[in-house]
């Protein structure tokens, strides 16, 4: 799904206010990005594979 630019910020604006003053990270951490990744378009079951696989490599690059 391609966004426009106007619509790309006005989900950004909308996902800042709702995000605002939150202080537990840590147990919103898959909903933040959930959101965070719908503000582009983007699906989170198509982008998860890649970014396990990019945080998997990364991982093993730097010996952690």
Do not use: P
């Given at each position: 799904m391609h966004l426009s630019w106007n619509e790309?910020?006005?989900?950004?604006?909308?996902?800042?206010v709702e995000w605002?003053?939150?202080t537990?990270?840590?147990g919103e951490s898959q909903t933040f990005w959930?959101?965070?990744l719908e503000v582009?378009?983007?699906n989170r079951k198509r982008a998860g594979a890649?970014?396990?696989m990019r945080?998997?490599?990364r991982a093993r690059s730097t010996g952690s």
């Open positions: 790309i910020t006005a989900r950004a604006g909308r996902f800042a605002a003053g939150t537990y990270e840590k959930t959101e965070l582009f378009g983007v890649t970014l396990s945080s998997s490599s």
